[in-house]
């Protein structure tokens, strides 16, 4: 099959103070490819426009005519309302009646029969940056479906809303679903760049050639900030939570709470002992985190909305954590296993563990995140607008 790598650019950039347009704001480009065709989405509730009222794009194909058959949805399922890491079924989807293959449940890659009939893919989700965030994963597996029955694939790119590059490198050996690329815990890429270094690095596990095209965002470049016009995701309800996001998800993997459960998600993290600090909070069941971590029971610990921090990973609150939960007798990493895959290596907590300093462990990442600078920078899309 003869290589087909396209990327949709723009002749006349538009300043920065026009505001950024999304690859879906550019319908006088994607209308065209759609055009006659029977079209897959894999999208969900960020696939929006950057209009006021943040129209969905689904709702825009349809209402300009385009022959959209079948929607495919990651987890937290096609509207986002399910909890994180709950299985979403496939279904119906309620408002427009159409049939909605879940790839965050018995299958995380579509078949050939859920591609059938199928002429052209697009694929519109909004990544913050990390490589634990599901979404990239399903890009993963729906540009490899796609290459393996043929299909074109659509990205429509979004900025990077935590655009730094940090964290360890993935080993093969701690490769999964939350962890299915050879890049750092940050990586600092938009969705179309990795859709481009995953081809281009030949990380998929097909001979056939995707045919991919990436429709370029308007207005942005890299270090940019960009605040995102809906939640992610249920709990990333806020530009702080997305910014803590990266450290934070750590917590996972441990038996302190991120706030699950309560109205501030993601900006809090605690554990039901007094000792761990004077902040509290208490868990509840609630829509997007209905089980969630010490449901009921008071927690104590911090509240983290006025810390100072920066992009990328805050290693300094993960050792001090650590730390004052083995002086109080409290196990922290109640879930190693859980840990090592977010972490992509088991050698960050055993570094914690041991009782390394913030500076020590991030001078152990230094020499892997300079050989990703080097292979990041072939399929950059966008300028740099400081240096990184």
Known sequence: MRFFLAIITLCLALSSEAGVRVGADRLEVLLPLLEGKKVGLTGNQSSVLSDEAHTLLLDTLLKRGVTVTKLYSPEHGFRGTSDAGAKVRSGIDAVTGLPVFSLYGKNRKPSPQDLSGIEVMVLDLQDVGVRFYTYISTMYYVLEACAESGIPLIVLDRPNPHDAVDGPMLEPSKKSFIGMFPIPAVHGLTMGELALMTVGEKWLKTAKTPLLTVLKCEGWKHGDPYALPVPPSPNLRSERAILLYPTLCFYEGTSWSV????????????????????????????????????????????????????????????????????????????????????????????????????????ASWSDGLARYRLLRSRYLLYPESAPR
């Open 259 to 362: 706030g699950r459960g309560t109205v501030h998600p993601f900006e809090e993290i605690g554990y039901p002992d007094r000792r761990l600090g004077a902040y509290r909070f208490t868990p509840q069941s609630m829509p997007g985190a209905t089980a969630p971590m010490y449901r009921g029971k008071r927690c104590y610990g911090l509240d983290l909305s006025a810390r100072t921090f920066a992009t990328g990973i805050d290693v300094e609150l993960l050792v001090e954590t650590a730390r004052l939960s083995q002086k109080a007798g409290i196990k922290f990493f109640a879930r190693p296993e859980h840990f090592d895959l977010l972490a992509g290596t088991s050698k960050l907590r055993r570094q914690i563990e041991s009782g390394l300093s913030a500076r020590e462990i991030r």
